[in-house]
T-cell receptor, first 110, second 108 residues
Framework: EADIYQTPRYLVIGTGKKITLECSQTMGHDKMYWYQQDPGMELHLIHYSYGVNSTEKGDLSSESTVSRIRTEHFPLTLESARPSHTSQYLC?????????FGPGTRLTVT | QKEVEQNSGPLSVPEGAIASLNCTYSDRVSQSFFWYRQYSGKSPELIMSIYSNGDKEDGRFTAQLNKASQYVSLLIRDSQPSDSATYLC????????FGRGTSLIVHP
C-alpha cells in the first residue's frame, strides 16, 4: 500500500498570507507531483520533481513554488494567498510508472 | 486538442451491466496507460495499468489497449452502484498526461 501524506487536510486562510502545503512519502520514490483540482473538474499538473534538487513547472501556470531537498519531502508554498488559489491540491509520487496520490489539501482563501 | 481525450459523460448503466469507458491519445503520449478511479471529494486511486497491445484482466476490470487505433478502454463487468465515480485515463510519459475523466453512474 502506498504511503503518501499531506498536511493540513483543510486550510482556511486570509488573503495575503504565506502558506506551505506539506507532502511526504515513505516509498523512496524519485518522482513527485503537485496537482490542482477544482470540484468536478480535471486534474492540472502544477509542479513536478524527478529527484532531489530537481523541480519543474507543469502545464498549469501557478504562482506557487516547490522545493525538493529530501527525496521523501515535496512542499508547495504560496507566498501570498489569493481567493483565486482556492482549490484542492493533490500530491502524488511515482516509482517507475503508476502514481500514488495523497489525500489532498482543501484550501480556501477568504 | 488534449493529448489524452475522454468523454466526460455521464455514462449511466444499470446495475449488473458492463460499463465501457474509452480514452484516445496522441502520438506524443507514450505507450503505458493507467486507469484511476476518483470518488467525489477523494483522491484518484489506481485500478488498472496496461503497457502492451491487447487485453489485461483483473477481477471485474479489463483494460484494452489498441496502439494502431490509439485508444485505450476500461470495461467494468457486473457494474455495482459502488463503481459510481469518475474514471481518469493517464498516458504515461515524461510528463504525466491525464484525460478530463468520465463520470460513471451505476443505478440500481
Amino acid at each position: 500500500e502506498a504511503d503518501i501524506y499531506q498536511t493540513p487536510r483543510y486550510l482556511v486562510i486570509g488573503t495575503g498570507k504565506k502558506i506551505t502545503l506539506e507532502c511526504s512519502q515513505t516509498m523512496g520514490h524519485d518522482k513527485m507531483y503537485w496537482y490542482q483540482q477544482d470540484p468536478g473538474m480535471e486534474l492540472h499538473l502544477i509542479h513536478y520533481s524527478y529527484g532531489v534538487n530537481s523541480t519543474e513547472k507543469g502545464d498549469l501556470s501557478s504562482e506557487s513554488t516547490v522545493s525538493r531537498i529530501r527525496t521523501e519531502h515535496f512542499p508547495l508554498t504560496l507566498e501570498s494567498a489569493r481567493p483565486s488559489h482556492t482549490s484542492q491540491y493533490l500530491c502524488a509520487s511515482s516509482g517507475v510508472y503508476e502514481q500514488y496520490f495523497g489525500p489532498g489539501t482543501r484550501l480556501t482563501v477568504t | 486538442q488534449k493529448e489524452v481525450e475522454q468523454n466526460s459523460g455521464p455514462l449511466s448503466v444499470p446495475e449488473g451491466a458492463i460499463a465501457s469507458l474509452n480514452c484516445t491519445y496522441s502520438d506524443r503520449v507514450s505507450q503505458s496507460f493507467f486507469w484511476y478511479r476518483q470518488y467525489s471529494g477523494k483522491s484518484p486511486e489506481l485500478i488498472m495499468s496496461i503497457y502492451s497491445n491487447g487485453d489485461k484482466e483483473d477481477g471485474r476490470f479489463t483494460a484494452q489497449l489498441n496502439k494502431a487505433s490509439q485508444y485505450v478502454s476500461l470495461l467494468i463487468r457486473d457494474s455495482q452502484p459502488s463503481d459510481s465515480a469518475t474514471y481518469l485515463c493517464e498516458g504515461g510519459s515524461y510528463i504525466p498526461t491525464f484525460g478530463r475523466g468520465t463520470s460513471l453512474i451505476v443505478h440500481p
